[in-house]
């Protein structure tokens, strides 16, 4: 295991694939223009909720130009990511739930008409109460938004594993702490765009920003009542995901039926506007969090309790109630856990997926309580972690096997390269560093829907020129799959990374992959590209074995060349190599998959989340903090991540620092709000503030390699687990800046403002009462009678 | 063996894919446009033969908004499909060779720039001695064009099996005559086109009007010297094109050069007046021909000389040269054979294949001489035919092995249909009937490049929705091989046609196939189709008897469903077989391929037209000849084709009557001349006459299908075939009608006016020495002593 760089497959030219994106040659889906085509626009409901008393589309078709307006009734069939819970109209059919939620769409000749149309649409709403916040939806069950209509529950979710009460009970330290973490968007940069297409031979095709073209593909027939065999869903490459694209939405069926019903081409693109009501960002928490320790800083028992807002629908509610516990078991844990976690319905946008689904949130409540823990005992934070580490080729108590687990190497890097030893204490007034941890899934071991196929298939397609096309369900969003595979592929059959095409995110051309979620792409679409290319290797191996006269065991792949292992001199190139096999065996083709180890109990039980591997991460944050202004700036995140082998290293760094950036933005700026009208508090980039390059801190990748005996080469995820020690070891940083905890996100100059005066009040009264007990990372251990003690911000 | 309609594997429905070209949403070559995208225009040499002295391009670069100008020097590299003959410049270098010789390229910002720049690049020529038609080139060895400089020879080729002079000897009659074949273009709607684009990857992308991408993919690496891995040809539907695309030509160098140097795409689009000095038609032939046979019409001996206009470069000539004799000898011939051919260069725009490559001409000239020799002997030539037929499961004088053969099928059916032996002779004045037969390749045995790697390749994606992928590298140019593959990949695997996707014409996608050319398509892309499927139709039955606990011998595939055998009502849909099949196999696809059997002696020796299998056609033509004004109307052609098994009948049908259509369009419009000055004629659609559809006989498609056992499910060709007898048969009707023989091609008025005014003239001449013999179809057999009696035209 080393920290470091990696040095790749292919050394450092991963980036290859990517100049497309970077010269501005990338075709992205509103960059397509199809003739004849129509543009759609969605009408939405301006109240959080409401009854669909009338719709009237007699204004907007009288408009010339005007082609065509659908309503809920067109297509009156749930949809859903979960099979479970579909419980979303494309159109919504009697009730709206949420400022922005669906109830029409016109289509007509051109974009600008199109919105002036969907104004003309008149509908006729009967309001009804509404619960737009987490409180609201607790309060009032007579809202009636759950299932049955008696409540607002969408998911509960509750578990426990040891004897939680026994053990805090015989804790020597007890912390016990709210948390709040406000909601956040995923802000792509490019918004959601479908385009429809039905043909005269009644083949339905859609173009889509989605992450999860195959599950759209289920979905668009299952809701349109189309053949899949007649439905073909391309992903053009995507401009920034982050998990906002995994779920069918209202545009792509909108799409579709108006493509159906006019015979012309249709295209929906969302505005910046709408891309914030459609939402699916990460779900608003509020978590109680009670977490024991000994005196020698061993941790002894979790209790969790969690409340999600989960707005109007279920999305991937009932995933996201497992996530918000099920994750927090590693890397350091106690012996004991309990967790509960309800999410609620609200009138507001909908949550869904973002980057470190369910499990950001509890992760930030976590790692502050350690860090509280560390400081109660006066242990060194990184000490506290190292002491309580789940091993590797161990399994967590609450049942997921751990195969590799680079997190020590992780510790040691993030420690040694901040200079943490040295520098921590030291840095002046204002200035502190904060350490935090996390570990995280590389994918699920079971699918969205059971099923018993594999979750990835690459195919390969070999040509006799020397070119490999390798095809593949994965979805490029930026993140570099397509690199990825390109690689991985060219190492196995010592090609040139030019020689290798890759066609991805195309249902007709591509085998089945489940899509771009839960960090599956690198583990499962790399050895499905891996067991595929390495049925074309032994069969060059072979047929230039027989060409040299030799075994095909002594048959080594270079890079462009196979030669006699103990006679490199004899060889032929990958080239002649591929003529000579397709002459001995015919014209050469594979196809590769993979499948997840069924482990962990049953899919409805209580470990759906259960992963094949965990990545892990170590973050150290520095900041400096303007006690007059409460402004935080975070100079440097160190980031030691262990993604088993890093195949393009250059990627994996990249993943690196988009999650930690993403991480700071969220401890800092981002902020999805929703007022009490149901409106969005600023639905546009310049009210919701997503990091300038100017504001990202300096970002330290450090690349720790493990070797994971079930990822391809030894790999495994890098894309989400790098983001969720970054809010923590900030928060964590501050405390050790200036003393202050802030338990709520985001940390604000206002917030952080408002804390320091309130502990300078605290020290006053304090000190007016002699009392003990003060800020800094210098803390007392605290004796028994002293556990218990609740330092909350709020 | 049956004539009729053939009911096809999915009955009528094979027309199912042509949708998107009937109603428009096809997009072909020049529908595609690219950001940024420059214009070429090529400049011509406007001399038949010149040296270059000298290039000027400072005044066309001086103009505002031309980009480029490239000259020969830029690709110092001879192509040419043959490898043995290449000695094509994309520019030429030193010496221009016929009018329109491609001499420098020029890229502008738009289209009328380009064209206005090619005009402002001062090209210096000094001219040369030129050769500009048939007799020039033989009789002017100093003009040099041929290898060495030394003559204007292309290639020699001469045979001979048996003894010919002591067959013709003893024959009881012998025909002998000079038929000329005037040459004619293509004249496909779509002109050639082609764009390139050079990616900052380095990845060279060219959009061909092609019918051979992978030629074109060997020989952009070649020329350009740019790896074969680093380009991708990509053939867009085409429109058109019956053998005039099966070569790369200057468009797609010129494209692909000016995309590197400028960095920019490039489109080239060749006006109608470039479409027409393109060319790559069929050669203008002048055959002498010699057919003896005894007095029972037992053909003995044909001895065949023939001279072929090849024009300025060599292109397929090799092959032609041969096929001129080659392919003679089917479906009935003579004891004794001799043929010599020579194909000339001349300063014309290169001949090559035209649909029937090769054989058409000289199969005009057997086909009359038959007709001659039956009226010498009194028979009726269908008999005479008949007579001499070679069998199924035999091999014809000249090697070729023939396997299935419907050719008595054939001439049964036109005769029955025509009413052959009821209204020969009946049909009142200026009226007559006329047959011919032919026989052609289904692909030839080997590859235009020697390997021993398939000649065709398919590969399959089956998607668990119930979809499946075909991808395949052969080139749809309108005659249906997509909807081919399709057909075949349903059938076999139960799945309707609308399941079906066929990814075709792109080197990137698709696996290697030679491409559309020598009717090769159905016969061996067919059998790799159903290589595939096999493999596919094995794990789903394998799969669904597991399930239902029989054997998989004893699962049954039927449309939709995969059935218990004696228990039909027991079974799975094949979408539930598909995921049965990948739940237990892994993800399912599979790679189809087909090579040839390696007959008929050394590729480089005699026999390089071998084929795996031979298609047979018989027509009867009906004429009506107006003899005042010497037109001919050809009132319906009957067109019996053996194609083994009709695939998809629709297809079939329009490939016979699209093959007759143009036959009868050769016979009577069609004339491609170029003059002394090495100027066309009338390059354009108003003087190049093709028929209108008011033009068009009515044509009586009767297929006849017969078994091949090489075939997949005994197919065979059916694209040129049919094309052969409709010349003869027109030719021999007009005789039947009118008692002229027109031996030259077309038969325009005027040469059917002077015909008969010559026989009007002779006539009287015979009557005023009171000589016997007359027109019509009775004639009298000869005597031995009167064989040898020459019949000729001019």
């Known amino acids: ?58 204004r907007a078709l009288a408009r010339r130009g005007v082609v065509a307006v659908i309503t809920g009734k067109d297509m009156p069939e749930r949809f859903g990511i979960i099979p479970w819970t579909p419980d979303e109209f494309p159109l919504a059919l009697e009730r709206a739930r949420f400022v922005g939620d669906a109830v029409a769409c016109v289509a007509a000749e051109d974009e600008r008409l199109a919105h002036e149309a969907a104004e003309l649409v008149d509908v006729t709403y009967e309001r009804l109460p509404a619960a737009t916040d987490l409180q609201g939806a607790i309060d009032r069950p007579e809202v009636g938004l759950g299932k049955g209509g008696k409540d607002n529950v969408s998911k509960e979710v509750a578990l ?3 004897d939680v009460d026994g053990l805090l009970a015989g804790s020597d330290v007890v912390i016990e702490g709210d948390y709040y973490y406000e909601g956040s968007a995923h802000a792509p940069i490019e918004t959601h765009c479908a385009i429809a297409q039905h043909d005269k031979n009644g083949l339905l095709t859609v173009w889509s920003t989605t992450q999860v073209p195959h599950y759209l593909h289920r979905e668009l027939s299952r809701v349109l009542r189309v053949s899949p065999a007649r439905i073909r869903v391309i992903q053009p490459p995507v401009g920034g995901a982050f998990g906002g694209k995994s779920e069918p939405f209202s545009l792509e069926f909108c799409a579709a039926k108006l493509a159906m019903v006019t015979g012309r081409p249709v295209k929906i693109l969302y505005t910046r506007e709408e891309e914030f009501y459609a939402h699916r960002g990460r779900h608003p928490m509020r978590m109680h969090m009670k977490v024991g320790a000994t005196r020698e800083g061993k941790l002894t028992a979790v209790d969790a309790q969690t409340a999600i807002d989960g707005g109007a629908y279920s999305s991937f509610g009932l995933v996201t109630a497992y996530y918000s516990g099920q994750l927090l078991t590693l890397p350091a844990f106690a012996e004991g856990y309990r967790f509960s976690s ?64 680079g997190i020590e190497a992780c510790l040691d890097a993030v420690e040694r390269s901040s200079g943490w030893k040295e520098r921590r204490g030291k840095l002046g007034p204002g200035r502190g560093l904060g350490v935090a941890v996390s570990a995280y899934i590389c994918g699920t071991n079971y699918a969205i829907y059971p099923n018993d196929m594999p979750q990835s298939a690459v195919q390969l397609k070999v040509d006799r020129s020397g070119v490999v096309t390798v095809f593949s369900g994965q979805s490029e969003i930026g993140q570099g799959c397509d690199t990825m595979l390109a690689v991985l592929v060219a190492d196995e059959l010592g090609l040139d990374l030019g020689a290798v095409r890759v066609i991805s995110g195309d249902t007709d051309l591509a085998p089945v992959d489940l899509g771009a979620y839960s960090s599956r792409g690198t583990f499962m679409n790399g050895n499905a590209a891996l067991h595929a290319a390495r049925q074309v290797r032994d069969k060059l191996r072979e047929a230039v074995a027989a060409k ?81 202004t409460g402004r935080v700036d975070v100079k440097t995140i160190w980031v030691a991540h262990d993604c088993g082998k890093a195949l393009c290293p250059t990627l994996v760094e990249g993943q690196m620092e988009g999650s930690a950036y993403m991480g700071a933005a969220e401890a800092l700026l981002e902020e999805h709000v929703i007022g009490a009208d149901g409106l969005h508090q600023g639905p546009s980039l310049l009210d919701y503030r997503i990091p300038t390059s100017l504001d990202v801190p300096d970002l330290v990748s450090l690349i720790v390699e493990s070797h994971d005996p079930e990822g391809p080469h030894g790999a495994k995820e890098a894309g989400e687990g790098p983001l969720h020690p970054s809010i923590p070891a900030i928060a964590n940083a501050i405390y050790d800046a200036v003393g202050v905890r802030i338990d709520r996100l985001p940390f604000t100059p206002s917030r952080v403002l408002a804390a320091l005066q309130e502990k300078a009040r605290r020290e006053v009264e304090d000190g007016a009462r002699g009392g003990a007990g003060g800020a800094g990372s210098a803390g007392g251990v605290g004796s028994k009678s002293g556990a218990g003690a609740v330092v909350a911000a709020e």
Chains 1, 2 share one sequence.
């Open 1 to 58: 295991m080393s920290a470091g760089q990696g040095s790749g497959l292919l050394g450092r030219r991963g980036r290859a694939l990517l100049a497309p994106r970077v010269t501005g040659q990338v075709r992205y889906t509103d960059d397509i223009h199809l003739p004849r085509m129509l543009w759609g626009r969605i009408v939405r409901c301006p109240y959080p909720h409401a009854r669909i008393a009338k719709i009237d589309a007699s």
């Open 160 to 162: 426990s594993f040891g």
């Open 342 to 405: 309800t999410r609620y319905f609200t009138n507001k946008p909908p949550c869904g997926p973002k980057r470190g689904h369910g499990s950001v949130q509890p992760r930030f409540a976590f790692e502050v309580s350690l860090d509280k823990i560390a400081e109660r005992l006066g242990m060194d934070p990184i000490a506290l972690r190292r002491q309580n580490l789940v091993g590797p080729a161990s399994t967590t108590l609450n049942g997921m096997r751990v195969t590799s687990n």
């Open 548 to 628: 040299l006269e030799v075994s095909p065991k002594e048959i080594l792949v270079t890079r462009g060349a196979l030669v006699v292992a103990n006679d490199p001199g004899r060889g032929v190139t990958v080239t002649e190599a591929i003529q000579l096999a397709e002459g001995r065996f015919g014209t050469l083709g594979a196809v590769g998959y993979y499948n997840t180890p069924k482990l962990g109990g049953d899919y409805r039980g209580g470990t759906i989340g259960a992963s094949p591997a965990y990545s892990f991460t170590a973050h150290v944050a520095e900041v400096a903090v303007d006690v007059e």
